[in-house]
Structures are given as structure tokens and as C-alpha cells.
T-cell receptor
Framework: AQSVAQPEDQVNVAEGNPLTVKCTYSVSGNPYLFWYVQYPNRGLQFLLKYITGDNLVKGSYGFEAEFNKSQTSFHLKKPSALVSDSALYFCAVRVRSNDYKLSFGAGTTVTVRA | KAGVTQTPRYLIKTRGQQVTLSCSPISGHRSVSWYQQTPGQGLQFLFEYFSETQRNKGNFPGRFSGRQFSNSRSEMNVSTLELGDSALYLC????????????????FGPGTRLLVL
């Protein structure tokens, strides 16, 4: 069975500091990996995805993520966090063996303090 | 382009009733998926429709059903509501799902928050 793990329920950082949100996956086959962000009382907004090619993926709002096949990880990063980055972040994976259904991690709440 | 729209945004029902939620995808998008989000279970896949056909289904009881119309708009129905059905129901659309580029991104609507009393 495929799974996505976000080992940290919460991440707290000061504004201007680097932000990292961790994601690891366990799948059979090649994964398609996604990051989404959810603000209170809103739907999910797409940030970035890894399909193939360059392991470093750049996305919206200054976010990037690095695909690491050997460590089965896809951590989300931002060099300098903003207070407005405070939100709930979801990692998701899709694989052929699961009919390409999108499976989400439990989510990580990010709080950026001024 | 307008984003994914969902109606209604908020809904209160009582146990045993049924409810229908509506989703209008981004113009030109042909695939619509539905998800349930709860604090305890997180985000769970309900089903996916493409060209008016259900192509994928999650592990939910038969009380949860859906359909898609020829204009790609989709509805989701929950019959005999239970307290545990209280959740945020999210709809997502993507351009096409014809067994080709499964790397396509799903774009989510704002959700319908359902409260069952």
C-alpha cells in the first residue's frame, strides 16, 4: 500500500528564517509528488509537483522542493519565510499501482512568527 | 479563468437526511474528483469522474454517490446522513484524465462545509 508521511504536525519559524516542511513516501513504482497549501476556511492551493527530471522543483510563492529517491523524501522549502506563509501544508502522492488516486499526508501546520 | 466553484458553501442537516453538493470545474477541465476532509481522518479520496463515468472510487460506503454531467459539472450525494459525515467536502478538477499524463495537477474549490446534527 502506498503512503505519505509528514512527520511533523507543527513547524514554527521566525519570519525571515528558512522554512522546511518534511514529507516521506512509501510506494510501489515511480511516484508523482505534489505539495498543496490550505489557508483557514479555504480549499487547497497547488504549490508545486515532481514528475520526472530535475530533482529540485520550483513552485509558487518562492517555494521549492527536492525529490530524493534514495531517502524517499520530498521536502518543501522556502529560504525566507513570511508571516503570510502560516497555513496547513499537505504532501500528496500518486502512483500507477493505486490507479493514480491522489493520497495525502496528514498535513503540517506552519506558523511563522513576526 | 474562473476557478472551481462549489455550492453551497455551508450546509446544516440532521441525521437521516440526504444532501447534494455541487461542483463546477474550471472551464475546459474534464475530470472532477471529490474528497472528504475531517480533523480525524484528514483528506480522503471519495471518487473521480471523467466524461460522465466514474473512473476511480475510494473506500466509502454506498451512501456516498456522485455523478457528472455532459458539461463536466458534478454532484455528490450523501444519503442517510450520519454524525460522522460532518466534514469539509472538496472538489477538484484537472484538464483531462484519458490514461495519459497522470502528472496533471488537480485544482481545488473552496469546499462545502457540512454539519450533521
Amino acid at each position: 500500500a502506498q503512503s505519505v508521511a509528514q512527520p511533523e504536525d507543527q513547524v514554527n519559524v521566525a519570519e525571515g528564517n528558512p522554512l522546511t516542511v518534511k514529507c516521506t513516501y512509501s510506494v510501489s513504482g515511480n511516484p508523482y509528488l505534489f505539495w498543496y497549501v490550505q489557508y483557514p476556511n479555504r480549499g487547497l492551493q497547488f504549490l508545486l509537483k515532481y514528475i520526472t527530471g530535475d530533482n529540485l522543483v520550483k513552485g509558487s510563492y518562492g517555494f521549492e522542493a527536492e525529490f530524493n529517491k534514495s531517502q524517499t523524501s520530498f521536502h518543501l522549502k522556502k529560504p525566507s519565510a513570511l508571516v503570510s506563509d502560516s497555513a496547513l501544508y499537505f504532501c500528496a502522492v500518486r502512483v500507477r499501482s493505486n490507479d493514480y488516486k491522489l493520497s495525502f499526508g496528514a498535513g503540517t501546520t506552519v506558523t511563522v512568527r513576526a | 479563468k474562473a476557478g472551481v466553484t462549489q455550492t453551497p458553501r455551508y450546509l446544516i442537516k440532521t441525521r437521516g437526511q440526504q444532501v447534494t453538493l455541487s461542483c463546477s470545474p474550471i472551464s475546459g477541465h474534464r475530470s472532477v474528483s471529490w474528497y472528504q476532509q475531517t480533523p480525524g481522518q484528514g483528506l480522503q479520496f471519495l471518487f473521480e469522474y471523467f466524461s460522465e463515468t466514474q473512473r476511480n472510487k475510494g473506500n466509502f460506503p454506498g451512501r456516498f454517490s456522485g455523478r457528472q454531467f455532459s458539461n463536466s459539472r458534478s454532484e455528490m450525494n450523501v444519503s442517510t446522513l450520519e454524525l460522522g459525515d460532518s466534514a469539509l467536502y472538496l472538489c477538484a478538477s484537472s484538464p483531462s484524465w484519458d490514461r495519459g499524463p497522470f502528472q496533471e495537477t488537480q485544482y481545488f474549490g473552496p469546499g462545502t462545509r457540512l454539519l450533521v446534527l
